[in-house]
């Protein structure tokens, strides 16, 4: 038993702390000097548009100091007051969600007071930000991979809930004895329906097929290149468009360090229900058709097209982005339309992602290839789809900005920048306002304001999902433990065209 | 107790006075054994090869503590790996090492003496757990958390030795607690030998319903890793019941090793010895405890002596079995020339290569690096047999390019290459992220580059080791006044030389070539793309660099220059830059030689062969001749 004693003085220590943390919340600071700039915070949360239900944007205040306050309003009676010893400042998180929900909509400004050492308070111009009425969907999906190019270790594909700091793997590599895992892809945004490929040990993808079970399958045939890369879930969820490719790097000196470029490359459509791959000679050609993508009434596939390799330069290779009818009801491809050729914008087209409203579509321009993640010059462009008009989107910085993925509603997209430090891949997130503007991006928040100085894994490949996947980790390495199915060619695929085409790229 | 009993039951009055001066006698073999394995591990291990093979790297911020947690095993390998960082200095890592193996040792003891009472057996059993437990060190890729994991199973069942019961329900529920405590902190294997060595008392002890109890036992420990991968831990199937976990790259990777599993199940096989010799003594002892005629103190002591006498030679035996079977000299070699490598003692890289003796080609590597980075290249270029050619030059075209990518990063530093010191220092990186050594080396890549703020990153990294706050609060200093970059002496002269301009690096010539271009004054990568030349015999490409030796301030041509130019010469026409000084006298005249020694065996390639090794092994006559023809089929 406790002794009555002992409950008092617990009592004590208790009220001391809520009077102190009362105390705290309440600081008002009379006597400061103005500084007519805002301050220096990390990462960069100003003059930024969030989601209303993003987790709270901890930072840290670039500013010398020894005592630092942060207040964090919507109005007079609607703030936060962090009071912190150390620069960083880090927002309770039903506060923070608390001041979100009434501030949809509205203005959100943060008050910065730094004590220096002298001993006098200053106090920054306010940072203003704001809250958009729309959520962003409510997880987001990544691999954290190191920066090697040819080896790897650790890695896996994890979710984050954008609503708080939990992070859970989805998938990690050592439960499948360390082979390399790639190219997540889910339907709609939607969790439920996902894909994974595996590549060395235990290799195969992992696909959710209509009955919420996973199946692994191998989707090379005898009659493909190899097996599906680079996926598009067909909004039915029923179809993924694959490129499949041959994949080859290159080494380099100067700004980038590395050229990833495809000897060929063709494109398939999978059939998730049946296990059947269907394709066809107009995207099987001796040009190299890549990254293919749905629109979203799910009748074009958009993909990017090149001349074939030239074996004198294998790097300076230019995309033109096109795009080609598929009928899943009865397998059968349309013609192939081109809609940007390179030469026009004299940039190489990469990543097309269409929103879901099929207004604009986004798509990577960089001096060459497809790979653009090496690439500091690439930058996110925007087709207005029904006029035509292409521009560069206000949201590029020096270096690379690149691989892209819409949310479900299409009014927020996250993006992989490497502008924090010109190395390291992070997860930005932007508004796409109606008329194709873009606000301006912010990091994915961390718990740890200081988080992203000493991280040294990259985010690859962020998407957006509406919820949580509901597989276990246990439930997809049982799966991956598993031997592939084979897919089957579907009986409408001329093979006899197929066979001869293998023939000729491979000689 | 029974032996203890035994003991007193020997009616020998002064029997305290004795059995303390053999405790003294076995406390002090215990010392002597401890300390002579200290000079072992100290001497002839040494721990700090260990640190350097293995690039062992601890990190004291909380995210790398959790992702430790999430796995069997994780806690163990934690307090292993903050352990074993301080391998890097010798005698703390020796000591570190003695007193984790002695810990285990006198946990044995301690049992034994538990279970069995004060045993004559104790200096024989502290030291052969001892013993195993130091070789095992003798291979210098072994995993030190598997030391650690089994020190865990012993605090477990000595743990269990004392909450242990008669109640047969109350023992099995204890007993699945401190089951589930080892499998989540020491793993599979430590599980096994947990459940073992309790099995094993209890089949000593032989409480209520002890059948049950030890079959339940056994089918828990067997299936409690299979259900925790089945429902608990996403594990891979290929770690279950394994000490170590195999991870990439697999050829640096230790690979379990009889001795490791003979290690690991001596506390059962104590404890089964023990029980044995207890039956043996239960049955043999005449009834009534009385001491057999004739049996006297000066017997009693000389039996006794005998006794230990007998445990020293078994010892001794099992050690000098041990250290037969478990060391690797030519391991060890290699790995010294790595170490000195790393820290550029280049004079010692080549003493330890010419007690290597065989080839091997990343001796060969390295004592290409050593005279280069001594100036001899050109000079000894073929006192080491250049059996693979070029790769012997540049290993990134070889098998070993994955496992020793560090080497290669630190090899292209040196040449002034920082893109390709980069990408290799990032392929070390993804398989061992916090290694300080590829952490130091981002820091000074991205110094020389300018860029400051990812230099600063990894020094944020690199500052959560406790060993190397010094080395960063040295070179954040750089951060802060970059002037102090242009000071120093590595980092200026890298940026002098490192190629900015965009190209491929497609292979070691045109990467040469492009420092070359970069700046003329990278003396290093001038000799080594004309040994590059010579070991590929370009004829063309050695002549056209051959004639800017002057600029490098080269009065006259080193042996193997001079040899390929001699040998040029007889095949075509002179070329414009050589004068009558440019070779050597001696050099033609060796070049004389050679060919009369062909002569004599009518220019039988085969036939002359042993003549010509003796007196120009180390010549590029004997290498264009027997060498270069293997050095394609050699990669």
């Given at each position: ?507 | ?381 073929f ?151 010579i070991?590929?015999v370009?004829y ?19 042996e193997s220059w001079e040899e390929t130019l001699c040998l040029y010469m007889y095949r075509n026409e002179k070329?414009?830059?050589v004068?009558?000084?440019t070779i050597s006298s001696q050099c033609i005249e060796n070049f004389k030689v050679f060919n009369s020694v062909m002569r004599n065996f009518d220019n039988n390639r085969e036939k002359a062969r042993n003549a010509l090794q003796r007196d120009f092994g180390n010549t590029f006559w004997y290498y264009l001749l027997y060498i270069y023809p ?6």
């Amino acid at each position: 038993m406790i002794s009555k004693n002992v409950m008092r003085k617990y009592t004590e220590i208790i009220l001391l702390f809520l009077v102190s943390f009362f105390i705290s919340c309440n600081t008002e600071i009379k006597d400061y000097t103005e500084i007519a700039r805002i301050p220096s915070i990390f990462p960069d949360y100003t003059n930024i548009l969030i989601p209303p239900n993003i987790a709270p944007l901890n930072f840290k205040i670039n500013e010398p100091g020894s005592k630092y306050v942060a207040r964090i309003y919507i109005s007079d009676n609607e703030s936060i007051v962090v009071n912190s010893n150390d620069p960083n400042i880090k927002i309770n998180n039903k506060a923070w969600h608390k001041l979100l929900d009434k501030g949809k909509g509205k203005r959100y400004q943060i008050e910065i007071f730094v004590k220096s050492d002298k001993g006098t308070w200053q106090k920054f111009k306010t940072i203003v930000n704001k809250i958009a009425d729309k959520k962003i969907d409510s997880h987001l999906a990544y691999r954290l991979i190191n920066t090697g190019y040819v080896q790897w270790n650790d890695l896996g594909i994890y979710q984050r809930n954008l609503e708080n700091f939990d992070e859970k793997p989805i998938l990690e590599n050592k439960s499948i004895g360390y082979g390399c895992i790639n190219c997540h892809s889910f339907a709609n945004n939607n969790p439920e329906k996902m894909m994974i490929h595996i590549r060395k040990n235990h290799g195969g993808t992992i696909i959710s097929k209509d009955n919420g079970k996973l199946q692994k399958v191998n989707t090379n045939t005898p009659y493909t290149l190899n097996a599906g890369a680079y996926p598009s879930w067909h909004p039915n969820g029923k179809h993924i468009a694959y490129s499949v490719n041959n994949i080859g790097q290159y080494f380099c000196t100067g700004e980038t360090r590395i050229e990833v470029t495809d000897s060929y490359s063709d494109l398939i459509v999978y059939d998730v229900e049946n296990n059947q791959v269907i394709t066809s000679p107009k995207v099987s050609t001796k040009d190299r058709e890549n990254l293919p993508i749905w629109s979203p009434d799910g009748k074009f596939i958009y993909f990017i097209k090149a001349r074939p390799e030239n074996p004198n330069n294998k790097i300076d290779v230019k995309y033109d982005l096109m795009r080609i009818g598929f009928d899943v009801n009865t397998n059968s491809w349309g013609n192939v339309d081109t809609l940007l050729l390179s030469r026009q914008i004299r940039k190489s087209i990469s990543f097309p992602k269409i929103s879901p409203d099929g207004k604009f579509l986004m798509f990577c321009a960089s001096d060459n290839g497809y790979f653009t993640i090496h690439h500091p010059q690439t930058d996110l462009n925007i087709l207005e789809i029904k006029s035509g008009k292409i521009k560069r989107l206000n949201i590029n910085s020096p270096e690379t900005d690149s691989y892209h993925s819409f949310s479900s509603t299409g009014n927020w997209f996250v993006f992989s920048s490497k502008r924090m430090d010109g190395l390291f891949t992070r997860p930005y997130f932007s508004y796409l306002y109606e008329n194709g503007v873009a606000s301006k991006p912010f990091v994915l928040p961390q718990e740890d304001p200081a988080f992203y100085e000493s991280f040294i894994k990259n985010y690859n490949i962020p998407e957006l999902i509406t919820g949580e996947v509901p597989y276990s980790q246990i439930e997809i390495r049982d799966k991956i433990l598993e031997d592939p199915i084979p897919a089957k060619i579907h009986e409408s695929v001329d093979t006899t065209f197929l066979k001869r085409h293998l023939q000729a790229i491979r000689n | 107790m029974d032996a203890l009993k035994s003991i007193k039951s020997g009616n020998i009055k002064n029997d305290v006075n004795r059995s303390s001066k053999f405790l003294n006698l076995n406390n002090s073999l215990i010392i002597v054994t401890i300390l002579i394995l200290f000079w072992i591990v100290a001497f002839y291990i040494q721990p700090f090869l260990h640190y350097h093979t293995q690039q062992i790297a601890f990190n004291t911020g909380v995210d790398f503590l959790i992702g430790f947690l999430d796995s069997p095993g994780g806690i163990s390998n934690y307090v292993s790996l903050f352990l074993s960082q301080f391998f890097s200095f010798n005698l703390l890592g020796s000591i570190i090492i003695v007193m984790l193996v002695s810990a285990q040792g006198l946990i044995a003891v301690s049992l034994a003496d538990r279970l069995f009472g004060k045993s004559k057996l104790s200096f024989f059993i502290f030291s052969v757990v001892l013993v195993f437990g130091v070789m095992v060190f003798c291979d210098y890729r072994y995993p030190f958390k598997a030391s650690v994991q089994l020190l865990f199973a012993y605090v477990f069942v000595w743990i269990y030795s004392f909450i242990s019961t008669k109640r047969w329900m109350v023992n099995l529920v204890l007993w699945i607690i401190l089951s589930l405590s080892t499998f989540y902190v020491a793993n599979d294997l430590a599980l096994i030998i947990f459940a073992f060595s309790s099995v094993l008392m209890v089949i000593n002890h032989k409480p209520q319903k002890w059948l049950i109890i030890t079959v339940l036992m056994l089918l828990i420990a067997a299936i409690l890793p299979y259900l925790s991968y089945l429902f608990i831990f996403p594990l891979s199937p290929y770690t279950l019941y394994s000490i170590t976990k195999l991870t990439p790259p697999e050829s640096i990777s230790y690979v379990t090793f009889y001795l490791l599993y003979c290690y690991y199940f001596l506390l059962p096989a104590i404890i089964i010895l023990l029980i044995i010799s207890k039956e043996y003594n239960a049955r043999t002892q005449p009834k009534g405890g009385k001491v057999t005629k004739g049996f006297t103190p000066n017997k009693y002591t000389k039996r006794i002596n005998l006794f230990y006498a007998s445990q020293i030679v078994l010892i001794l035996l099992i050690g000098f079995v041990l250290y037969k079977i478990s060391k690797d000299d030519l391991r060890k070699k290699l790995i010294y020339i790595e170490y000195h490598a790393e820290n550029r003692n280049w004079e010692k890289v080549l003493e330890y290569a010419e007690k290597t003796g065989d080839y091997n080609l990343l001796v060969n590597f390295q004592v290409n690096r050593a005279y280069a980075n001594l100036g001899q290249l050109s000079e000894k270029l073929f006192n080491y047999p250049q059996l693979y050619g070029s790769g012997g030059l540049f290993i990134d075209n070889t098998d070993l390019k994955e496992s020793f990518s560090m080497q290669l990063s630190d090899f292209y530093f040196d040449l002034g290459l920082m893109s390709e010191s980069l990408r290799w220092a990032y392929e070390t990186q993804t398989l061992n992220p916090y290694s300080p050594r590829v952490l130091k080396r981002l820091v000074s890549i991205y110094l020389v580059d300018e860029k400051y703020e990812l230099a600063e990153k990894f020094l944020n990294v690199l500052d959560k080791n406790i060993l190397y706050r010094e080395w960063v609060n040295r070179y954040r200093k750089h951060i802060k006044d970059n002037s102090l970059s242009n000071a120093d002496p590595v980092i200026a002269e890298k940026r002098r030389f490192n190629p900015h301009y965009k190209t491929v690096n497609y292979d070691p010539r045109m990467n040469l070539k492009l420092l070359l271009l970069a700046n003329k004054d990278n003396k290093l990568a001038y000799e080594y793309y004309l040994a590059l030349s010579i070991l590929d015999v370009n004829y063309s490409e050695f002549i056209t660099y051959l004639k800017n030796y002057t600029y490098y301030n080269i009065k006259t041509l080193p042996e193997s220059w001079e040899e390929t130019l001699c040998l040029y010469m007889y095949r075509n026409e002179k070329p414009d830059f050589v004068t009558s000084s440019t070779i050597s006298s001696q050099c033609i005249e060796n070049f004389k030689v050679f060919n009369s020694v062909m002569r004599n065996f009518d220019n039988n390639r085969e036939k002359a062969r042993n003549a010509l090794q003796r007196d120009f092994g180390n010549t590029f006559w004997y290498y264009l001749l027997y060498i270069y023809p293997n050095t394609k089929n050699n990669i």
